[in-house]
């Protein structure tokens, strides 16, 4: 479990200098959990427990519309946060689902925790307002994206982000998550330049 702490010590370091002490007390809480993949960690309608850190798998959010049909909204791997923000922040229902596409190894605190430590530390009351801000900036220009790009402009914005991703995540899933339908994903998969 040391390797794992030391890698969310990093990840949070780079986000907002904390101090050392403040760093301990913050990462001594998070406890080491294992995901076989297709695991729903949170289901609509539940609120979020936790935050999650991803040690290890590919996790992704998705809304559960009409006739089963899904939206893919985000993908989680290492080195990242994952969870269901919005609900986890304001501890209401969530609107989607948190589910494991593959075996995930994750380090977990829950909300009181966190909010425990955001009161006793000021340095990780600023890391959680960055991380939300980055989160809310990255959100909008993926709603921009959205409703403004074409099929090929979103395909060729996804692998300028991350262009590990195709090989971590099933075509299906990056099909939904860029609103464009599978078929049309693979004929930009064969026809854009990667």
Request: glycine share 4%.
């Amino acid at each position: 479990m040391q390797m794992e702490i030391e890698l969310l010590k990093s990840y949070l370091t780079q986000l907002h200098p904390l101090a050392a002490e403040e760093l301990d007390a913050f990462t001594s809480h998070w406890q080491p959990v294992t995901y076989k993949r297709k695991t729903i960690l949170t289901a609509a309608g539940e609120t979020e427990k936790y935050l999650y850190f991803v040690v290890e798998g590919v996790q992704r959010a998705f809304y559960l519309g009409e006739e089963n049909k899904e939206a893919t909204i985000v993908f989680t791997y290492p080195p990242s946060f994952s969870g269901i923000a919005d609900s986890f922040l304001t501890q209401t229902p969530s609107l989607y689902f948190l589910e494991t596409i593959t075996a995930s190894r994750l380090l977990r605190i829950s909300y009181d925790e966190v909010q425990q430590h955001l009161k006793n530390i000021p340095a990780l009351q600023q890391l959680f307002f960055k991380t939300t801000a980055f989160a809310l900036k990255g959100a909008l220009e993926r709603h921009i994206e959205l409703q403004c790009f074409t099929n090929e402009e979103k395909f060729k914005v996804l692998l300028k982000r991350s262009p590990h991703i195709l090989n971590l995540v099933p075509h299906k899933y990056l099909a939904s998550y860029l609103g464009i339908d599978a078929t049309n994903f693979s004929k930009l998969m064969s026809s854009v330049r990667i």
